[in-house]
């Protein structure tokens, strides 16, 4: 079994991942890290789903980094170019052979007497164990599972004779050309892959069982590209990129504060964009307000042509049954169909799946409570990157990776050798730590850690207000404790 030593290591290679080595490359240049990497390449999802048409579902304003601004001009951009913005930034920072790939993290365990963390991955492409040890853990594994997608139970579905697919296995060999096509879902996912299909295929059906809310944004930022010709990229920058949270934070909070004016908004903006006699409100009118799901994005409005054009339909319905021919409905309607596509979302899976364990018992993470939305009560020395629920994920592990960062810096300054989180007092608080109505977050709901009623043990999904917490607030308060091992203090002694 092999076995490596460093200060940090970052588990995950994907957007996330990369960007927090390259803080620390940065702003902590002699801490030394490595990147654990399940699968054998760079991108994390980026890399992974390779379903037609995917992309962005944020301004790549805001989901680039914020070190290394985005300057293409697509403000919502392909898979294909955000995999390739991540793999040019790693390279540019020198962070490439710090990663090993085919490393599955399958648990980490914390001794408090040595004050170190020992973690144990499994090699996908030989077999073995590894052994990695380290002071200071960092999960960039986000919080889906990558391994399986969610597709409920369908009735009848070993009768159907045609093609089934789910998103995140997406075979390379599906031929869809003037085909009949059914995507089932109507997320992100279901939005992106009706218009990119209806290009090639006979005719695409999206079948939901309710509807969601889309906004279509240009899928190109022209105030970005004159602001680029007109001042230095330095100043231009964080001009766009602050333009961005804005509008983002604005919509946001007038979602919460007016979710019925909101609610107008969303669907006359969707009415404009479809045939006059398109039933709106049967199809892109939810029951639910604003943010309490995410809002899908469609550049260009490509959802809403399709559909203007006869390319695409949308058909809101229960499937009572798979046929060997297709679909039939509650409502008693047959979807013919040679492909169906189950577009039926992902499972959570916090921390990237790992168990872990401090001075030899098991973290139930249901039991912990999230400290500044980036740690977790009780476990010391440890942070995980989650990014927001009304904006760019990137927004957040920027921020995170910048306070991690500043924390190991200042127990370096003051000779410390944990930092450990504290729940707040009285009961276990019960609102989840990521507070959204899905489908995904609902089911697994009982796994996940919680949050407080304040700071720091709030989330509060506020891109200005976490800038000035995580970057210039205090790093000691009451929701954490900062010690030295006892190794340490035997030889101080």
């Not at 597709?151 to 060999?173: A, N």
């Not at 006979?202 to 509807?211: D, E």
């Not at 908004?265 to 199809?283: E, G, I, M, Y």
């Not at 730590?433 to 850690?449: A, E, M, Q, T």
């Amino acid at each position: 079994m092999t076995r490596e030593h460093g200060d940090v290591l970052i588990v995950g290679a994907g957007l996330s991942g990369i960007g927090a080595a390259c803080h620390l490359v940065r702003e902590n240049p002699g801490k030394t890290f490595t990147i654990l990497e399940a699968r054998g390449a760079i991108g994390g999802t980026w890399d992974l789903f390779r379903y037609p048409g995917i992309r962005s579902d944020s301004d790549m304003f805001t989901l680039g980094y914020e070190f290394r601004p985005w300057t293409d001009a697509k403000a919502i951009a392909d898979g294909e170019s955000i995999r390739r913005y991540i793999r040019e930034t790693a390279r540019e920072y020198g962070v490439e052979d710090r990663i090993r790939f085919h490393h599955k993290v399958v648990r980490a365990e914390w001794s408090s007497a040595d004050a170190r963390w020992t973690v144990t991955a499994e090699r996908s492409d030989t077999g073995e164990t590894a052994e990695f040890t380290c002071g200071f853990l960092f999960t960039n594994a986000g919080y889906y599972d990558y391994d399986e997608g969610y597709t409920p139970k369908f009735p009848g579905v070993e009768d159907y004779r045609g093609r089934l697919v789910h998103p995140q296995h997406w075979p390379e060999d599906l031929d869809y050309a003037g085909r009949r096509v059914v995507v089932i879902g109507s997320g992100a996912t279901a939005v992106t892959l009706v218009p990119a299909m209806a290009e090639k295929a006979g005719h695409v059906t999206m079948l939901q069982r309710s509807p969601s809310y889309v906004l279509a944004l240009p899928g190109t930022d022209r105030l970005a590209q004159r602001l680029r010709r007109i001042l230095p990229s330095k100043v231009a920058d964080p001009v766009i990129r602050w333009q961005h949270v804005l509008a983002s934070s604005l919509l946001f909070s007038l979602s919460r504060r007016r979710p019925g004016l909101v609610k107008k908004l969303l669907r006359k903006a969707a009415q404009r964009q479809l045939p006059p006699d398109f039933d709106v409100d049967t199809h892109f009118n939810p029951s639910y307000d604003p943010w309490d799901q995410r809002l899908c994005v469609v550049p260009d409005g490509d959802l809403f042509r399709a559909v203007r054009h006869g390319r695409a339909s949308v058909v809101t319905d229960r499937i009572a049954t798979f046929t060997e021919r297709g679909l039939r409905l509650e409502s008693g309607r047959e979807l013919a169909a040679d492909v169906i596509v189950t577009a039926t979302g992902l499972n959570l899976q916090p921390v990237g799946g790992m168990t872990l364990a401090v001075d030899g018992e098991d973290v139930d993470l249901s039991r912990t409570v999230s400290y500044k939305g980036m740690m977790l009560s009780g476990v010391p020395n440890f942070a995980l990157t989650v990014g927001y629920t009304n904006a760019s994920w990137t927004l957040k592990a920027d921020l995170v990776a910048r306070y991690v960062g500043r924390l190991l810096r200042h127990m370096d300054e003051h000779g410390y050798d944990r930092c450990t989180p504290k729940a707040p007092p009285g009961p276990l608080p019960s609102v989840p730590f990521i507070d959204l109505k899905s489908g995904y977050v609902l089911r697994s709901i009982d796994k996940l850690p919680k949050q407080g009623d304040d700071a720091p043990w709030r989330l509060y999904q506020n891109y200005p207000r976490d800038v000035l917490l995580l970057r210039r607030g205090p790093l000691e308060d009451e929701g954490i404790e900062f010690s030295r091992a006892a190794a340490r203090k035997t030889a101080a002694v």
